[in-house]
């Protein structure tokens, strides 16, 4: 076997691994609360997740017998076979466990092959694939990962935090990728770009035309997150970090990386 399709197959079983351990998990509190709000919100990213990869296992045709499966995962059928609405959360988790079990099975077996279809084609790019640092897109990958798993999980705190940690970091590695002369002419302030406050880069890099004006609509929490890590009021209360500012830094976020990688 080709060692590129292998490395692809080794990925995917692991990928396949962590999804069926937490479709586990989810499929008990389920059972034991199937009105859980936050294990609700939990089951629909692990959908998405499971969703996404089961689109590249199948080479993102609709017609293979994987993605019919997971598509069918998610029908109720009557007495006499037709498609009705209504099944509950935790009967779909174990339809779609049984879809992720047939995906390694088929990818582990050896008489034909792996199921991955369109393996002579290059894996899809990451999000982070436009930051100059290479050691930095692994961390923000899993960064992003964890910020999107927080939200969905009503952790808004975690959320905005990760999210404009992200923001701070991307804009950060476009200003020291352009180098100091650049930074100079658009009025950088004194010292390094370490000791730069989270505001100051951004503005650096509005007037570099490295990023546009989609910061503007970045709450204030989000702009003084570093300093509100954990975030209290006069009378020693803490204030929570709303969903509102939580979802709007995610998607200033999306914002700048469209910025930074145009062509994503």
Same mark, same amino acid.
């Given at each position: 076997?080709?060692?590129?399709?292998?490395?692809?197959?080794?990925?995917?079983?692991?990928?396949?691994?962590?999804?069926?351990?937490?479709?586990?998990?989810?499929?008990?509190?389920?059972?034991?609360?199937?009105?859980?709000?936050?294990?609700?919100?939990?089951?629909?990213?692990?959908?998405?997740?499971?969703?996404?990869?089961?689109?590249?296992?199948?080479? #993102?045709?609709? @017609?293979?017998?994987? +993605?019919?499966?997971?598509? =069918? $995962?998610? !029908?109720?059928?009557?007495?006499?076979?037709?498609?009705?609405?209504?099944?509950?959360?935790?009967?779909?988790?174990?339809?779609?466990?049984?879809?992720?079990?047939?995906?390694?099975?088929?990818?582990?077996?050896?008489?034909?092959?792996?199921?991955?279809?369109?393996?002579?084609?290059?894996?899809?790019?990451?999000?982070?694939?436009?930051?100059?640092?290479?050691?930095?897109?692994?961390?923000?990958?899993?960064?992003?990962?964890?910020?999107?798993?927080?939200?969905?999980?009503?952790?808004?705190?975690?959320?905005?935090?990760?999210?404009?940690?992200?923001?701070?970091?991307?804009?950060?590695?476009?200003?020291?990728?352009?180098?100091?002369?650049?930074?100079?002419?658009? #009025?950088?302030? @004194?010292?390094?770009? +370490?000791?730069?406050?989270? =505001? $100051?880069? !951004?503005?650096?890099?509005?007037?570099?035309?490295?990023?546009?004006?989609?910061?503007?609509?970045?709450?204030?929490?989000?702009?003084?997150?570093?300093?509100?890590?954990?975030?209290?009021?006069?009378?020693?209360?803490?204030?929570?970090?709303?969903?509102?500012?939580?979802?709007?830094?995610?998607?200033?976020?999306?914002?700048?990386?469209?910025?930074?990688?145009?062509?994503?």
């Amino acid at each position: 076997m080709d060692e590129s399709l292998r490395a692809q197959i080794e990925t995917s079983l692991t990928h396949l691994d962590g999804l069926i351990r937490r479709g586990r998990q989810l499929r008990e509190t389920l059972a034991t609360d199937p009105t859980s709000k936050s294990a609700i919100a939990a089951t629909r990213f692990w959908h998405e997740e499971c969703g996404a990869a089961i689109h590249q296992l199948s080479g #993102g045709s609709k @017609a293979h017998w994987l +993605a019919r499966s997971f598509s =069918e $995962a998610f !029908l109720m059928r009557s007495a006499d076979g037709a498609a009705v609405e209504g099944t509950a959360p935790d009967v779909i988790v174990d339809r779609l466990l049984t879809v992720l079990e047939q995906a390694v099975t088929s990818l582990t077996r050896t008489d034909d092959g792996a199921i991955i279809t369109a393996s002579t084609q290059a894996p899809p790019p990451h999000r982070f694939d436009f930051v100059h640092n290479l050691e930095l897109r692994p961390v923000l990958e899993q960064a992003y990962i964890d910020g999107r798993r927080a939200l969905e999980f009503g952790d808004y705190e975690m959320a905005l935090l990760t999210s404009a940690g992200i923001l701070e970091s991307i804009v950060t590695d476009a200003l020291e990728h352009k180098g100091l002369d650049a930074m100079a002419e658009a #009025g950088m302030p @004194a010292g390094k770009i +370490a000791d730069w406050s989270f =505001e $100051a880069r !951004l503005a650096v890099a509005e007037k570099m035309g490295i990023i546009r004006g989609g910061c503007a609509r970045l709450p204030a929490a989000a702009r003084a997150y570093r300093d509100v890590v954990d975030p209290t009021s006069e009378d020693g209360v803490k204030t929570a970090v709303s969903e509102r500012d939580a979802r709007k830094t995610g998607q200033v976020l999306h914002v700048v990386m469209r910025d930074l990688n145009p062509g994503r």
